[in-house]
């Protein structure tokens, strides 16, 4: 199987403590483009998500969120945008088919978040080398190793039932 796989990652950056923190959020190896774009919708959705709920989530408390103005650019919104524009997906799966690498990055004022798929070479099993084919002697010499354990297997047998039980 010659198919090309997929190795997709998802990273955030942005500033923890006071210093520049990198994070793999996500990473996954598919077997085709699609699949790979496919998780990395589903990463933006769940980073833009977290970052930015709506009101009506389910986990998020009544009357907890307030309006803000806007400072800029906003990772969550970027993120959504990509994933339900049909002709940004499009040009990712092109590239990704003529095997070159698929980044995006969302940014805001918070940090950044890199969504990646970069084609990898198919895996192609090493050929295990045919051993000689063996000798016209070889089927002798196993005939008498069968003979000779069979003869072993027979003894041993004999001599538990000729030895009386333990009382």
Partial sequence: MSARRYQVTVLGEGPVNGTWARVVLATRETVSPDD????????????ANGLDPGPCSGWFPPGASARIEERGPDAPT??????????????????????TDFTLTAADAEGHFTLRAVPIAPYIPH??????????AAPALRTGLVVAATLAAYAVLGWLLAVPPPR
Avoid: N
């Avoid at 790979?36 to 980073?47: C, G, Y």
């Fill in 36 to 47: 790979a774009l496919l998780f990395l919708r589903r990463q933006a959705r769940r980073i």
């Fill in 78 to 99: 970027q993120l959504r945008l990509w994933c339900t524009d049909s002709a940004a997906q499009e040009a990712a799966r092109s590239k990704l088919v003529a095997g």
């Fill in 127 to 136: 050929r295990i080398p045919r051993l000689p084919a063996p000798e016209r």
